[in-house]
Each structure stands twice: as C-alpha cells, then as structure tokens.
C-alpha cells in the first residue's frame, strides 16, 4: 500500500494573493517548491516580502494626505498635478489681484496731492416771498480741483465756480466765496477766479500758497478703451475719494442739458456731484482728463465723462494770461435750414443769415441778411456747427472764403475773422 503525502508533490504550485487596501496592484506570492521550505524562507524571506508589503501600504495612504505627498515629490510637481486635474475638470486657477491692487495703490498715492476741494458760496435770491419782495441767502456747492503749478494755480470746471443762472422764482449770482482744501492739510485757503470759459467749461482759479505738487498730464490722445482710469475728487464734500474703473470710449460726443456738445472721454469710474473738475487718471497716477459731468436716470449706471486733458492746455493758458479764451469771430446769427424747410421757403440747404452785427467780419465781408450759407473755405456745409468747426480751426486776423447762394445765385466772400466778445 502506497502512502499519499501530499508534500511529495513537487509538480504542484500554489499560489498566495495579498490585497493592497488602497487598491494599488495585487502583489502575486508564488511558492513553487512548498517541500524544500527551510527555516532560511521562514527566517529571512517570509519578514522581506512582508516588509514591502508594509511599505506599499504606508506609501499608498501617506500620498493621500497632500501635506505629507507634498513633502515626498515636491510642491511643484504637487502643484502640476493639482493644476492638470484643476483644468481637466473645466476651472481655472485663481488670479490674484495684487497688481491690480498695487497700481491703484500707486496711482492714488502720486495724484491725491495733486486734487483739491472746493467750495463756493452763492447768493440765491428769491423773485417772490409770502411777504411781498426780494429775499436773498446763502448756498453752497463743493467741486474739485487739480494743481497744475506749484505756486498756486488751479484748473477746474467753468460750472463749478460760475453758477450764475436766472429762474422764474428765483436768481443765483456768482460765486461771492470760493474756499480750497488741500489734501492733508486742514488750512483754507481762499481762492481768486482767474478766468474761464462757458464754451469749453473750464476755468482756473489761484490762491496764495506756494510748494504745491502739480499733477502730471499723460497725452489723453494716446488712450485706449479698456485701460485703467481712476476718478479723482470730492465727491458729496468726502474729500480725496477715488474710484477706479477703465476707459469706456474715447472721442465721445455729449450733449449737455443747455444744448452744448463735447467731445470727452467716458468712463464706467463713479462721477458723483462734487467730482467735477477733479482729474481722471491713468494707471501711472497721470491726468487723462477732467471729470466733468455724468447720464442720470432710472436705466443708467456707469457712465462718466472726462474732457480729455490735451484739450485744455491751450484754453488753460489763455485763462491764465487773458482771463478769457480769444476765438475768432464771424459775426452771424444763423439758422439751419434742411431740406424740408429750404424747400418750403424756396431756399437751398444751409445756413440762413437771420442778422448781421455791426462793424463785425462779416458785415466787413460783405455777408447780408438773408444770404445762405452753403460752403466755408471751399467745403460743403449745412449747420452751425459745421460753420463754426471750420471757423475754430483758424486764429483771429485768419482769412476765410464764405460762399454764399443770394437771391438764386452764388457768390465768394473772404471776410479777415475778429475776436469774439
């Protein structure tokens, strides 16, 4: 009879799985001879195998925690494989907005020594009171202003210092007082009008002070929609507030409530009441424009107006040396006829000549009442406005070539422009 000894069979293998908890790889054991087993397998192999075991599991649960796997690979291959699976996913890594922080930052820090506040006293007296004749009192408005030299002068908004207006019940007069505060100094400093300009709405004031820091100006000609702008000013009488926002358009044309138009910067950079003649600022802290005025209404928001700054150079000095800015002058009051109407009265388009001034351009020229307007300086006009941007363009004592159609027919006139009173 023949024992079985199922160690005898040397043919057979057998094999042992250990599962790994992390779900990394099944490691395979295999013994193929379990008969030749000796204490050097039990003392020696059996603790190795058992030790990388251990080790694959500890690593598997240690690369599970980011602290301790940061430590193992590094934070930057961390941060790679973090960003991969972020952007595989449909997000983005965050954008710090510490640069965007920091040029506001500088750009505060480099003009609010440059911006002042404002405030005028008026006179408002009143047409009718319940006891029978005029009564007066005092009001007060607040603006802004920008240093433009060191001793003193101020560049501002016309409406700001010059509020003169009439109403049926009432009538303000010009400013009696205008008092500016300098930005980190509780001294008032009294202020003279110097000069200023309906037309363009600027004016320059002075007081008596001197090592002022006067802002920089950047070429408002070089601007371009989107980039940074920051608002300037003393806006409700909270002096030195800034609001950033960015350039919305360039070469916008506005049409205030009295009917003037300008051509002006916009921005979405909040523009409150007392923010007039305050400065619109680039990202480098330099003046781009002059805050002048906003759109109002239930539908509105964001929409500010700056008049570009290299605009007012020009108008700025002459205020200073002239109290005035000197225009040429025609010497006309026209109105414009359209189609519909020239037709209607038997005339061609263009201006019609309601009333000559005496001893003016145009009545040196030869221009009459009655006379339409149709060409200046050889190009085709049909407005005012277009008459008097040809006009803007020369300088007193120019010539100019008005065309005009005079009972049916057309006739050259070169009037020597004057200067406007």
């Known amino acids: 009879m023949e024992n079985h000894h199922p160690e005898n069979e040397t043919n057979h293998a057998k094999f042992k799985t250990v599962s790994n908890p992390n779900n ?80 506001a930052v500088y750009a505060a820090n480099k003009i609010l020594p440059s911006i002042v506040g ?82 363009t709405d600027l004016a320059v004031i002075k007081i008596d002070a001197t090592g002022l820091t006067p802002a920089e100006f950047a070429d408002s000609d070089s601007i371009k929609v989107g980039e940074f702008a920051m608002a300037v000013g003393s806006p409700l009488g909270l002096q030195s507030t800034i609001t950033c926002g960015v350039v919305s358009a360039v070469n916008r044309e506005v049409t205030d409530t009295d009917g003037k138009k300008y051509t002006l910067i916009q921005t979405d950079a909040a523009i409150n009441a007392g923010n007039s003649g305050g400065a619109l600022v680039n990202s480098e802290g330099k003046v781009i424009g002059v805050n002048t005025l906003k759109l109002t209404g239930e539908d509105v928001e964001g929409m500010g107006f700056a008049i570009p700054i290299n605009s007012t150079t020009d108008i700025t000095s002459q205020l200073i040396q002239y109290s005035k800015v000197r225009r040429p002058y025609i010497g006309i009051t026209g109105m414009d006829l359209n189609s519909e ?38 190009k085709d006009i049909k407005t005012m406005d277009e008459l008097n941007e040809i006009k803007n363009s020369l300088n007193i004592g120019d010539q100019m070539t008005i065309t005009v159609n005079r009972n049916g027919e057309q006739k050259d006139l070169t009037i020597t422009l004057g200067e406007q009173p």
């Open 24 to 103: 990394y790889k099944t490691v395979y054991e295999m013994d193929n001879n379990p008969k030749k087993k000796s204490n050097f397998a039990r003392n020696v192999l059996l603790p190795f195998f058992s030790g990388v075991v251990g080790c694959a599991v500890v690593l598997g649960t240690c690369f599970g925690i980011p602290g301790i796997r940061e430590q193992l690979i590094g934070d930057e291959n961390s941060h790679s494989s973090n960003t991969s699976n972020t952007q595989s996913a449909g997000y983005v890594d965050q954008v710090s907005l510490s640069n965007y922080s920091d040029t």
């Open 118 to 199: 404002i405030q005028i006293e008026y006179s408002v007296t009143s047409m009718f009171s319940m006891f029978g004749g005029n009564q007066s009192s005092t009001a007060t408005a607040t603006g802004s202003g920008i240093i433009i030299s060191e001793d003193g002068y101020i560049l501002t908004n016309n409406h700001v210092v010059s509020s003169s207006e009439a109403e049926a019940y009432y009538q303000v007069s010009e400013a009696t007082k205008v008092t500016v505060s300098l930005f980190n100094d509780d001294t008032k400093y009294e202020a003279t009008i110097v000069g200023t300009d309906e037309e």
């Open 341 to 378: 109407i020239a037709k209607k009265n038997k005339l061609v388009e263009g201006i019609y000549v309601k009333d000559v001034e005496t001893f003016s351009a145009a009545e040196k020229g030869g221009i009459k009442i009655g006379d339409v307007i149709i060409k200046a300086n050889g």
